[in-house]
């Protein structure tokens, strides 16, 4: 019988002229741009930018982790004052062991740890602070997280990565800190020795800095020296006070990293970039060749990119140089960095997860999934359990490659990354043979990015089916790696196009793989007079599982279940079959599909709104704005206030006098410059003369525009409700509200 033949064929159209293509070039991290460049030329470059051998192998991570832990774990707060006693950090018991296990089970490879957070709290031994786990009691002050997790990472085979935040506010408000004491820049020698605490490394430096500087450096040495190797250095730029008009030597500290973490990439530097937002959403192209105004490589500043073109044609047109800084996509498993509670911080589902690792893996970035340790030194049950689901999708659907024993060009089918097919022709085609046709919903293609650089602007994919070339598929660039998605096909003939490309392309690697579909994921949305609807969840990034429209998809087969008590949904629970009114509380619910189950999904509703009137509000910016889409249901729509120095204000009639427990604030996603960090809840008898019952503060709303919930230490009788914010994130003026709610008893 004569065997199937799957055939792709990559049709290649670069609008670069002869002498551009001609032109010898080296394949290099940064490429400059002269001024006589033509178009063509900026291009030709661009396709020969690649990343350095530490960028190439933390792009080979894929999958990783974040560690959060500190003071906030035990307050219950996002960022810290800086202030914190060091003994509210009452860990017990530490399990690190743990935390490498579920990260090991889902596919992760290597974990970072936040050694210190803005607070400026440390979690190994420093010789140069007493503001971290040396001042508590855990193990009598002998603890030191850093050392048990480099130990546990190294028993389950993973890499090791820090977070030292360059902001630190205990530095800052501490009499004799050293943030922006407006010390002299003299000579300094790193380490800085301390009697009876001698370093084995003898490796010593000389840098001009003030005191700040001197102390980062120091304490940067000790984490690079004494904890094995560290794989990445993680820097951001928050800042949430700043004082003395202090700045960040990083050239020395680049040097330090070099000289000691020679392995090490630096996030938020020349290596590696923040994706723009810690939400999970990725970029439908994201390109890691991207234009830089100064040398990359000796530049000081490196501003977020959060722009959704970088790396377009037109953008490397702007370019002085071209330059290799691959994209880091991350976001946490629960609400908010830091663990506050099991009950009401909410915990990603595996469907959710497992498509962001599709998306950001599958679309040339590496994930950063942070888990949040619980005040008992563990991960808490719902995130392993997340965890571990996660890891067994990713294995179930991408550790069989059904081309596995597919004859055809051995560059592509070798799964190495360094060798490739270069196609130099017009409608050159890379023939592969399986030994039966194959079901497939998923293909992973990857160029030869370690020496060829990105090329493939736009391909699409094709099946040979009912007797024609059918499109299935389609995406734009393809880089380190793309994974696309789409509808089950079974076929023996597929095809790959390259409809246009910058070069050349070189194609390194092809795969194809295939995911049992889950049941769809479910969302709760109730209308301001309380009747509740349940449906196949509407990704909020847009995509459409497997390119089709999740809700028409539940029919046959498919049902839901759900309950209002907060018990976990069964096939044995109430049967949704229409929409419901729902008063308050909690309502969680599953699709069961062939004794199936999907993730749970839940939401807690507040008071019914269509009794609710505004008794007055600051005034709005515009008609299209006004304070009662503050209140009426409908997430899309918001209130932005006129400017008035964040401290605009609302208040309502709630109809009846309520027990009032906590209230939950939405910022418009589509808004970002009118998020409230802080505020006040005041409640009133009648309408007029006000009372202050709460102070509230949310954090990092602009890089994370989620719903924030303040619960009050106390419940609370009222009828009339005011919420005025006393600050507006980024020191904006106008106050925006997508929708405010009210919890009761």
Known sequence: MKKPVIIFALMAT?????????????????????????????????????????????????????????????????????????????LKELHTDQWCEAMKSAGMKMVILTVKHHDGFVLWQSRY????????????????????????????????GVYLSPADLFQIESPTGLYGNLSPVTKRTIPRQVAGRPFANKTKFQFEVDDYNEYFLNQLFEILTEYGQIDEVWFDGAHPKTKGGQTYNYTAWKKLIHTLAPKAVIFGKEDIRWCGNEAGATRATEWNVIPFVENPNTAINFPDL?????????????????????????????????????????????????????????????????????????????????????????????GKNLFAHAKGSKEVLDNRIETYKLLNGAQKTLEISTPAPVKINRIVLQEAVSNQGERVEQHIFEAWLNNKWQQIASATNIGYKRILRFPDVTASKFRLKVLSSRANPAIATIEAH??????????????????????ASQHEFGWKPHGQNATENLGTGTQIYYTTNG?????????????????????????????????????TFGLIKNNWKLVNASTDVNPKNTASMAFDAKGQTYWLSEANDGQAKIALDLGDIQQLTAFVYTPPKEFLAGMMEKGVLQIS????????VAQFEFGNLINDPSARTHYLKQPVSARYVQIQATNIAGNKQSLAIAELDFLTK
Not at 369 to 378: H, Q, T, W, Y
Not at 514 to 525: D, E, S
Request: contains cysteine; charged residues 25%; positive net charge.
């Open 129 to 160: 602070t007493p503001h971290g786990i040396m001042s508590t009691g855990f193990q009598n002050g002998q603890g030191d997280i850093l050392k048990a997790l480099s130990a546990s990472a190294k028993k389950y085979g993973l890499k090791l």
């Open 567 to 603: 018990t976990e949904p069964t096939s044995s629970s109430t049967k949704y079959t229409a929409p419901f009114t729902v008063t308050k509380g909690e309502v969680k619910a599953i699709a069961i599909a062939d004794k199936e189950k999907g993730s749970v999904a839940s939401a």
């Open 306 to 398: 959060t722009p959704d073109d970088l790396g377009s044609r037109e953008q490397l047109y702007k370019a002085k140089y071209l330059h290799y800084q691959q994209a880091e996509t991350n976001t946490s498993i629960r609400e908010g960095w830091f663990y506050r509670d099991d009950e009401k911080q909410k915990v990603r589902s595996t469907d959710d997860v497992f498509d962001i690792y599709e998306r950001a893996v599958g679309g040339n970035s590496t994930f950063l999934l942070n888990i949040p340790p619980n005040r008992e030194g563990k991960f808490s049950p719902a995130d392993v359990k997340v965890l571990a689901e996660v890891g067994k999708r990713i294995q179930e659907t991408y």
């Open 514 to 535: 295939y995911y049992h579909t889950r049941p769809a994921q479910l969302q709760l949305v109730r209308d301001a007079n309380g009747l509740l609807t349940i449906a």
């Open 685 to 692: 008898k009648d309408g007029k003369n006000w009372e202050t």
């Open 14 to 90: 670069c609008s670069l002229g002869a002498t551009a293509q001609n032109e010898a070039i080296k394949s290099q991290n940064t490429i400059p741009i002269s001024g006589t460049d033509s178009k063509p030329a900026v291009i030709w470059k661009a396709s020969h930018v690649v990343p350095t051998i530490n960028q190439l192998n933390a792009l080979k991570n894929e999958f990783i982790a974040f560690i959060h832990f500190g003071p906030n774990t035990f307050t219950r707060m996002e960022w810290g004052n800086g202030k914190e006693d060091p003994k509210v950090f009452d």
